[in-house]
């Protein structure tokens, strides 16, 4: 059973009890992030991304999908977080990731992204940054 309670008292520690969805507060998150995770962190997708939906859930055309994969992050694919935008962008950071498979590089907002379980301190950090992006 996920404890709550832990997760609330961690994002109160990295930007206190204004939770709101401030660029304040994504400063905040930023620096704690950057003093607390060793880079670069294996990441995935948390599920697909927009742009995929039609493609799987609307029944789209498979081969034009697997065409724009090669060119477009997917949920399917691995991800090393190399570094985060300086600068934040519609009420989320941006990451900086390099796939595995064909090392291109893509900007990813990180409330998309989860660590993989192999950093435990990674994943929880990302786990709570998602969890204020989306609930706060």
């Given at each position: ?12 520690a ?8 401030s ?23 948390i ?89 706060y």
């Open positions: 059973m996920h404890d709550f309670d832990n997760d609330e008292k961690r994002i109160d990295v930007i206190g009890s204004n939770t709101e969805k660029t304040k507060n994504l400063l905040k998150w930023q620096k704690y992030f950057i003093l607390n995770v060793v880079l670069p962190l294996r990441v995935s997708a599920e697909d991304f927009p742009w995929e939906e039609p493609y799987i859930f609307g029944g789209w055309d498979k081969k034009k999908y697997e065409k724009l994969k090669k060119e477009r992050p997917s949920y399917t694919d691995q991800f090393d977080l190399i570094d985060l935008m300086e600068e934040p962008l519609d009420e989320d950071l941006i990451a900086i990731v390099k796939r595995i498979s064909d090392r291109k590089i893509f900007h990813i907002e990180l409330s998309w992204l989860e660590a993989s379980e192999d950093s435990e301190k990674g994943y929880t950090i990302l786990s709570d940054y998602s969890t204020w992006h989306c609930n």
